[in-house]
C-alpha cells in the first residue's frame, strides 16, 4: 500500500512538472512567434508581459488595474489588438499565446504610429 502511494505521488510530481514545462514550452514559442511576426524584439515583449502581469494571465479576469492577460491588456488596447490581430477579445483575455501576440500588434502599431522604422524598433533604447 505504501509503494502504491509512494508510486502514486512520484507520477503526479513527475505529471506536473511536464505540465509546467509543456506550458513553459509553449509560451516561449508565443514569444518567439509574436515577436517574429511583428518585428518586435522577444525581449521587449517578455520584459513588457512581466512587468505588467509577473506573467500572470488572471485566467481571463481583468487585473485590479483593469487589464487582462500577461500584456495587461486594457479595455482600448484589446479592441485593438482584436482588430489588428482579426482575434476575438474573449480569447485574447483568456488564452496567453493570443494575448501576447494582441499586445505585439499593439506595440508594433504604436511604433508603426511613431515612425519607427526596423532598427529602432529592434533597439528600444534608440
Not at 106 to 120: F, N, T
Amino acid at each position: 500500500m505504501k509503494t502504491g502511494i509512494l508510486l502514486l505521488a512520484g507520477l503526479l510530481v513527475v505529471c506536473g512538472q511536464q505540465a509546467a514545462t509543456a506550458s513553459a514550452d509553449t509560451l516561449a514559442a508565443a514569444f518567439d512567434r509574436a515577436a517574429s511576426g511583428y518585428d518586435i524584439p522577444r525581449d521587449l515583449l517578455a520584459s513588457v508581459a512581466y512587468a505588467e502581469s509577473r506573467l500572470d494571465g488572471h485566467q481571463g479576469r481583468p487585473s485590479a488595474s483593469g487589464g487582462y492577460g500577461m500584456m495587461h491588456l486594457r479595455p482600448k488596447a484589446l479592441e485593438e489588438a482584436a482588430r489588428l490581430t482579426s482575434t476575438p477579445a474573449g480569447e485574447l483575455r483568456t488564452d496567453d499565446a493570443a494575448n501576447v501576440l494582441g499586445g505585439a500588434a499593439v506595440l508594433r502599431s504604436k511604433a508603426d504610429a511613431l515612425g519607427m522604422d526596423a532598427g529602432a524598433r529592434r533597439d528600444p533604447a534608440k
